[in-house]
């Protein structure tokens, strides 16, 4: 019996690049000829470390990034490229820009209960298409809850120290890769993909990548 293949996503949240890398690449393995086993694994990588702990106003925040004619063409745009996918961007129901520390200790907490994949698509579809605020933790708790995370878990994720430091350290090892935005891939621990590449490209690339992990030769 083949072992699954491990691809590990760094990733946050509140990146939409993710959530289309995301919806890519689960394209590409719906085709013929992809590995039937992935095993994913899903790591943090805050987009904003020193976001205060309350978040802060969307439009204040995009206009100050962006301003505010950019951030609206980003989010025309953005709504574009989700539609192509199923994505249902609602960017106009999207009150804040949160803190997503607490969001990843549960990210971090679900990966010892196999719900990582269940809570991550969870948190993006609450956060970018019913414009959850994502960083309230009585949101997190019912975000956990639908995503099959036992709730003594869940509280222990949200308020122990355990949970803050794995967090912390796991994205200190991001850091050291050399990792600098996000979507970024890892497979067979030694390639590194960088961003929410087109189904094309995991199309070429897993079939071969799985062979190698097989240790056979690649067809083609």
């Given at each position: 019996m083949s072992e699954?293949?491990?691809?590990?996503?760094?990733?946050?949240?509140?990146?939409?690049?993710?959530?289309?890398?995301?919806?890519?690449?689960?394209?590409a393995l719906a085709s013929p000829g992809m590995p039937e086993?992935?095993?994913?694994?899903?790591?943090?990588?805050?987009?904003?470390?020193?976001?205060?702990v309350e978040g802060i106003e969307r439009k204040a925040y995009r206009a100050s990034k962006f301003g505010e004619v950019r951030s609206a063409q980003l989010d025309v745009q953005m709504t574009s490229t989700g539609r192509e996918l199923g994505i249902d961007f609602a960017f106009e129901r999207m009150q804040r820009t949160p803190n997503t520390r607490l969001a990843h200790r549960l990210i971090w907490a679900a990966d010892r209960q196999g719900r990582q994949d269940a809570l991550v698509e969870r948190l993006?579809?609450?956060?970018?298409?019913?414009?959850?605020?994502?960083?309230?933790?009585?949101v997190l708790e019912r975000v956990a809850a639908e995503a099959g995370l036992e709730a003594d878990s869940v509280a222990q994720a949200l308020m122990a120290p355990e949970s803050l430091e794995a967090v912390t350290k796991l994205e200190q090892q991001g850091y050291g890769l050399g990792?600098?935005?996000?979507?970024?891939?890892?497979l067979l621990a030694k390639y590194g993909v960088s961003g929410a590449q087109p189904p094309e490209f995991w199309r070429e690339?897993?079939?071969?990548?799985?062979?190698e992990a097989a240790g056979a030769p690649a067809a083609g």
């Open positions: 699954p293949l491990a691809i590990t996503v760094y990733s946050d949240v509140i990146c939409p690049w993710c959530y289309v890398g995301k919806r890519r690449l689960e394209a086993k992935i095993a994913f694994t899903w790591r943090p990588f805050e987009l904003n470390p020193d976001m205060p993006f579809h609450g956060y970018f298409e019913e414009g959850l605020d994502i960083g309230r933790i009585d990792i600098q935005g996000v979507p970024f891939f890892i690339a897993l079939p071969k990548i799985a062979a």
